[in-house]
């Protein structure tokens, strides 16, 4: 075909969804993953809570690591107050630029920032290089042996601050290595692990895990 599955979503998106509404770039995503082809999107049951995390917090600034299509980048954004913003990094360059068309099409250019790097590197320049002084969410959802490598990192830059929510996907299917046991082994973070189905099916299920930093800052 010549073309990627991400490309093949982009051009449904750009050809059913409503150009500048948010809603209907994710309903129409996930008709697309149930109806043409799957695809990793957080997708209806892990973005209610992602959208509830978002309602309940009013984070100023959020950080996404594994941005994947842009699919979880257009949920938390959309609901972010007007100076609230979003950095979302994604190492994959197809898929950046796949998500950075999602980001635009959804109209929320000016709340999200999609960056095509390594997670490891981005994380020690967010202070200097991207303004930031704290994280009040930060969403794991990329390779999962790096949750644990980059949850370290995001403490050692001292990114969080008391209330700060870490919120993690995947923590059944495919698994953190070494993630559950360190966050909820640490005393700085009260866990809440959720069962959900695992992304369009419904005979699957998968565990999203949320973590309140109550450590010291
Ligand atoms: O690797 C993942 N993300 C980082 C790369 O962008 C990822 C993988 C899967 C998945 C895929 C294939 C399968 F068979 C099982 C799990 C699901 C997800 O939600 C994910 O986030
Ligand atoms: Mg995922």
Same mark, same amino acid.
């Given at each position: 075909?010549?073309?990627?599955?991400?490309?093949?979503? !982009?051009?449904?998106?750009?050809?059913?969804? /409503?150009?500048?509404?948010?809603?209907?770039?994710?309903? $129409? *995503?996930?008709? *697309?993953?149930? $109806?043409?082809?799957?695809?990793?999107?957080?997708?209806?049951?892990?973005?209610?809570? !992602?959208?509830?995390?978002? /309602?309940?917090?009013?984070?100023? $600034?959020?950080?996404?690591?594994?941005?994947?299509?842009?699919?979880?980048?257009?949920?938390?954004?959309?609901?972010?107050?007007?100076?609230?913003?979003?950095?979302?990094?994604?190492?994959?360059?197809?898929?950046?630029?796949?998500?950075?068309?999602?980001?635009?099409?959804?109209?929320?250019?000016?709340?999200?920032? @999609?960056?095509? @790097?390594?997670?490891?590197?981005?994380?020690?320049? !967010?202070?200097?290089?991207?303004?930031?002084?704290?994280?009040?969410?930060?969403?794991?959802?990329?390779?999962?042996?790096?949750?644990? /490598?980059?949850?370290?990192?995001?403490?050692?830059?001292? !990114?969080?601050?008391?209330?700060?929510?870490?919120?993690?996907?995947?923590?059944?299917?495919?698994?953190?290595?070494?993630?559950?046991?360190?966050?909820?082994?640490?005393?700085?973070?009260?866990?809440? *692990?959720?069962?959900?189905? *695992?992304?369009?099916?419904?005979?699957?299920?998968?565990?999203?895990?949320?973590?309140?930093?109550?450590?010291?800052?």
């Amino acid at each position: 075909k010549g073309t990627t599955r991400e490309q093949r979503a !982009l051009k449904y998106l750009k050809e059913h969804a /409503r150009e500048g509404d948010p809603d209907s770039v994710l309903e $129409t *995503f996930d008709e *697309f993953c149930r $109806t043409q082809e799957w695809a990793m999107n957080a997708a209806e049951e892990k973005g209610d809570i !992602l959208d509830e995390i978002v /309602r309940e917090l009013r984070p100023t $600034t959020c950080l996404e690591l594994g941005t994947y299509c842009g699919y979880s980048a257009v949920r938390i954004a959309r609901q972010l107050s007007p100076s609230a913003r979003l950095i979302t990094v994604e190492v994959n360059p197809d898929y950046a630029a796949v998500a950075r068309e999602v980001v635009k099409l959804a109209g929320l250019q000016d709340k999200i920032e @999609v960056i095509n @790097v390594d997670s490891g590197d981005v994380i020690r320049e !967010l202070k200097d290089k991207y303004d930031v002084t704290k994280l009040d969410l930060v969403f794991l959802d990329h390779w999962k042996y790096l949750y644990i /490598r980059d949850i370290k990192l995001i403490e050692e830059e001292k !990114l969080l601050k008391k209330g700060s929510v870490v919120f993690a996907d995947n923590v059944i299917i495919p698994g953190a290595p070494g993630y559950l046991e360190y966050i909820r082994g640490s005393k700085n973070y009260n866990s809440t *692990f959720y069962s959900v189905h *695992f992304e369009y099916m419904d005979d699957m299920k998968d565990g999203v895990e949320k973590s309140v930093y109550i450590g010291d800052e």
